[in-house]
């Protein structure tokens, strides 16, 4: 009976950090629904923009309110997860008896990594200077904001969009959906498109180039790449358009 229970003990061990690692997989998945909703947050924001011009402030900053809340689940989530692995790696040094106290360090190490994060830090959340940036150039490609100084301020590739526009993705070769900007070399891509390519080339351990003629961007990350809001916005208005014509 000793024998079976000194077998048993790291076997049941081995699954308990199992059921951890399902739930910390499950919060990884929330954790692209709250992009998305994030997203969704920035989308309604531009409408407002667009209909009502930075007139509405207060909607605008409770959709700003909305979507450093959604920053704050995410770091939430990124902290738990930091701290699971933190303690699960700790333990497996440990006695069996250790997973005992899982729980209980798990907490007090997310507590600890919580109590360090400030509202700066959720400012700095990349969906949440996305929204503060897109309503910005929005508002000056529509034309809508009051201070002079503001259009010194646009982009270069907003300025390009005014009176060149490419909608039309180099992969596809069609009109995009969801466009990605490259936030190395600037170039457009839709999102599934350029995600599968991705994919694709890392699967058989080779670089995804820029498929945009004349461009040296030889290595294409899926981080250098982020959903352009306003592009898409635009493109939304262009087709509007078009049925009218």
Do not use: W
Request: proline share 2%; aromatic share 4%; net charge negative.
């Amino acid at each position: 009976m000793l024998r079976f229970l000194l077998f048993s003990v790291p076997c049941l061990l081995e699954m308990s950090l199992s059921s951890v690692q399902s739930t910390v997989s499950t919060l990884k998945s929330c954790q692209t629904d709250i992009g998305a909703c994030m997203d969704m947050i920035s989308d309604v924001a531009l409408g407002i923009v667009e209909a009502q011009g930075m007139d509405n402030s207060s909607a605008l900053k409770k959709l700003e309110d909305m979507i450093l809340e959604c920053s704050r689940l995410d770091r939430e989530i990124n902290c738990f997860v930091e701290s699971v692995d933190e303690m699960t790696a700790q333990v497996r040094q440990e006695p069996p008896e250790a997973m005992v106290h899982l729980r209980e360090t798990v907490k007090g190490r997310f507590t600890e990594l919580m109590s360090g994060v400030s509202d700066a830090d959720l400012q700095r959340h990349s969906k949440v200077i996305a929204f503060k940036d897109s309503v910005r150039k929005y508002a000056i490609q529509a034309g809508q904001t009051a201070d002079e100084n503001e259009g010194e301020e646009l982009d270069e590739d907003i300025a390009v969009t005014q009176s060149q526009t490419n909608f039309i993705c180099p992969l596809t070769q069609v009109e995009m959906v969801n466009p990605m900007k490259n936030k190395i070399c600037n170039h457009y891509y839709d999102q599934g498109a350029v995600l599968e390519m991705i994919k694709a080339k890392h699967k058989n351990k080779k670089t995804f180039r820029c498929p945009k003629v004349g461009c040296d961007n030889t290595n294409v990350q899926q981080s250098d790449l982020e959903l352009d809001l306003v592009m898409k916005r635009m493109i939304q208005n262009h087709k509007r358009q078009s049925k009218k014509t």
